[in-house]
């Protein structure tokens, strides 16, 4: 495993952005909100699948394409890292936004539906999700990107899949549990308030970075 041990500083920065953005309610709690109260635990985990297979998707895609890019064009790397510390300063702005008024998660709407639809449904709403590609570039920009051969990057986009099962099934348990959502909706704004200022700092060190 020598070979993965030089990777491993960049896996760990790439996979912080990556939670911070799970732990942040987007479009995919507000599906697995709106499943797991309609449909039950089980078709919320199932959906949670398939956001995670999409996570692993992006991170691959991205990977593969900015590692391309930074090879053959000499300054890519310092925008692409400089946009990536824009786009968490601009997150960061949002959750100490919510922190002060915390706005309610909107239920979407879904009909009932078999699991392998459920799953397409994860999948397509992950990989369809601009927000969550512009994420990626941010996450993959500090990731191992550059450099790195196919091996490591299969195993960057899997361990990016399993960190987004753990994170969305989390969020599928809580949010078909109306006793632990409650919960949840009465501390929101510490966790928005926590993910500000840890938005912020990883904003700062990536804009800082130098390479």
């Given at each position: 495993?020598?070979?993965?041990?030089?990777?491993?500083?960049?896996?760990?920065?790439?996979?912080?952005?990556?939670?911070?953005?799970?732990?942040?309610?987007?479009?995919?709690?507000?599906?697995?909100?709106g499943i797991g109260a309609q449909q039950g635990r089980a078709a919320a985990l199932m959906t949670a699948f398939g956001i995670a297979c999409g996570a692993?998707?992006?991170?691959?895609?991205?990977s593969l394409g900015l590692g391309i890019l930074m090879q053959e064009v000499a300054w890519a790397g310092t925008a692409l890292r400089l946009l990536g510390?824009?786009?968490?300063?601009?997150?960061?702005?949002?959750?100490?936004?919510?922190?002060?008024?915390?706005?309610?998660?909107?239920?979407?709407?879904?009909?009932?539906?078999?699991?392998?639809?459920?799953?397409a449904t994860g999948l397509t709403l992950q990989i369809t999700n601009i927000k969550a590609l512009v994420f990626w570039m941010a996450a993959v920009?500090?990731?191992?990107?550059?450099?790195?051969?196919?091996?490591?990057?299969?195993?960057?986009?899997?361990g990016g899949m399993v960190l987004s099962l753990a994170g969305h099934a989390t969020w599928a348990m809580i949010l078909s549990s109306r006793p632990v959502r409650h919960a949840y909706d009465r501390a929101r704004r510490w966790v928005e308030g926590t993910l500000g200022v840890f938005l912020g700092v990883m904003a700062f060190r990536m804009a800082m970075e130098r390479r």
């Amino acid at each position: 495993m020598d070979w993965l041990t030089p990777f491993l500083p960049a896996f760990i920065a790439a996979y912080s952005v990556q939670m911070v953005g799970v732990m942040s309610p987007g479009p995919a709690v507000a599906l697995l909100l709106g499943i797991g109260a309609q449909q039950g635990r089980a078709a919320a985990l199932m959906t949670a699948f398939g956001i995670a297979c999409g996570a692993g998707l992006l991170a691959l895609a991205t990977s593969l394409g900015l590692g391309i890019l930074m090879q053959e064009v000499a300054w890519a790397g310092t925008a692409l890292r400089l946009l990536g510390a824009a786009y968490l300063a601009w997150l960061a702005w949002k959750a100490m936004k919510k922190a002060i008024v915390p706005p309610q998660v909107q239920v979407a709407q879904v009909q009932r539906q078999p699991l392998a639809r459920l799953f397409a449904t994860g999948l397509t709403l992950q990989i369809t999700n601009i927000k969550a590609l512009v994420f990626w570039m941010a996450a993959v920009s500090v990731g191992p990107a550059q450099g790195a051969p196919l091996p490591v990057l299969l195993i960057f986009a899997l361990g990016g899949m399993v960190l987004s099962l753990a994170g969305h099934a989390t969020w599928a348990m809580i949010l078909s549990s109306r006793p632990v959502r409650h919960a949840y909706d009465r501390a929101r704004r510490w966790v928005e308030g926590t993910l500000g200022v840890f938005l912020g700092v990883m904003a700062f060190r990536m804009a800082m970075e130098r390479r």
